[in-house]
């Protein structure tokens, strides 16, 4: 039943190794027509979910961060009216890719 993911690290958690396979994914020419830009923005996302799974924790700093790739576990998590997890901000370049739309909603 546990989760798995990479091991916390201090002070930063998984953070450096999130910018390193930022840095990687940036490094690399897209090509032309090319719209799966997840292992653009999130590449730590796809290495991570291809190691452990399709519901992984991962460290961004201090603060545990669940990755879920389940479509029914997200709607099971969405529609917890308990409130109890919340989206984390997106970083620069993922609000500039995704924009504002239904993805980044919060609340009622």
Not at 5 to 30: D, S, T, Y
Not at 74 to 82: C, F, G, Q, S, T
Not at 88 to 98: M, N, S, V
Request: proline share 9%; hydrophobic share 45%.
């Amino acid at each position: 039943q546990g989760i798995s993911g990479p091991p916390f690290m201090l002070p930063f958690g998984n953070a450096r190794e999130i910018v390193r396979f930022m840095k990687e994914a940036q490094a690399k020419p897209l090509p032309a027509f090319h719209h799966d830009f997840v292992g653009r923005v999130l590449p730590h996302y796809i290495h991570w979910t291809s190691l452990y799974g399709k519901c992984c924790l991962f460290w961004f700093g201090t603060q545990p961060r669940l990755a879920i790739a389940e479509p029914e576990l997200i709607k099971e998590v969405l529609l917890n009216p308990k409130g109890a997890f919340d989206m984390f901000e997106l970083t620069p370049l993922a609000r500039h890719l995704i924009g504002d739309g239904l993805i980044v909603l919060r609340g009622k």
